[in-house]
């Protein structure tokens, strides 16, 4: 009998199974089956999770899977690291490297001690490239102004309106319009402000109202509360007076 070389993942305890870009953000560390097989390289478990995985495989289009990932195998502790994973030193892992992301010296020793008890008697190979077909189209150039509204911002207040009353009908002269280049114009509409920061939520970014835990989207829409580091949808009972 030998242990199965089946490559496996776990959501939780974040800190332990998941841990943090210094920027935001979650991986996965690598986990080897404990599990001991007769026949084969897989046990009985990981074999049902690598028949489910080729399965969701086949409808995929962009390059992540879906789903919850530790319901999937990833691979075999022999194989290349899926590209469609969120392990350490996947296609995705590197990708957020070269974007500047970093790791603290606690959370580097923590994949350190994973990733030598998964593949303890392994010789680790390079990881999984996103296939040619389901890569990003290269995007054209944008301006520094648009590149800096992307980049994480700590505890920098922004005033985002949350709440606009209908506007006053009145008669608008002959000629004039209420839009304008496809804008709403709102100078009869009174505007409510809040201080918020952007915050990433699982990969997203917000605007959260620490006051509330509220999160709104880039568009300033709500779209629920920040609970335990994710997004939990509630209804917008306690909105601010208009």
């Not at 305890?13 to 390289?41: K, N, W």
């Not at 999770?49 to 990932?69: F, H, N, Q, V």
């Not at 300033?220 to 994710?230: E, I, P, Q, T």
Request: glycine share 8%.
């Amino acid at each position: 009998m030998t242990q199965c070389l089946g490559r496996l993942v776990k959501d939780g305890p974040r800190g332990v199974y998941m841990l943090s870009f210094e920027e935001g953000g979650l991986f996965h560390i690598p986990l080897r089956c404990e599990m001991v097989t007769r026949s084969g390289d897989l046990c009985d478990s990981c074999v049902a999770k690598d028949i489910k995985t080729k399965e969701k495989l086949g409808g995929i289009r962009g390059i992540t899977i879906g789903g919850p990932l530790p319901s999937y195998l990833m691979g075999r502790v022999t194989d290349p690291i899926p590209y469609w994973s969120r392990l350490y030193d996947s296609a995705w892992f590197r990708l957020k490297i070269e974007e500047g992301y970093t790791l603290s010296e606690e959370t580097m020793a923590k994949v350190k001690k994973a990733v030598d008890k998964a593949y303890v008697d392994v010789t680790p190979v390079a990881p999984e490239a996103f296939p040619a077909s389901k890569t990003k189209k290269e995007k054209k150039p944008v301006s520094a102004e648009k590149v800096l509204e992307k980049l994480p911002v700590i505890e920098t207040k922004t005033q985002v309106p949350v709440k606009r009353k209908p506007a006053v009908k009145k008669t608008l002269p002959q000629g004039a319009a209420a839009q304008v280049d496809g804008e709403i114009d709102i100078s009869e509409h009174e505007v409510l402000y809040i201080s918020v920061r952007k915050q990433e939520v699982d990969e997203r970014m917000f605007y959260l109202n620490p006051k509330n835990d509220k999160l709104y989207d880039m568009k300033c829409k709500y779209v629920g509360r920040l609970k335990d580091g994710a997004v939990v949808e509630y209804p917008d009972s306690d909105a601010e007076p208009s």
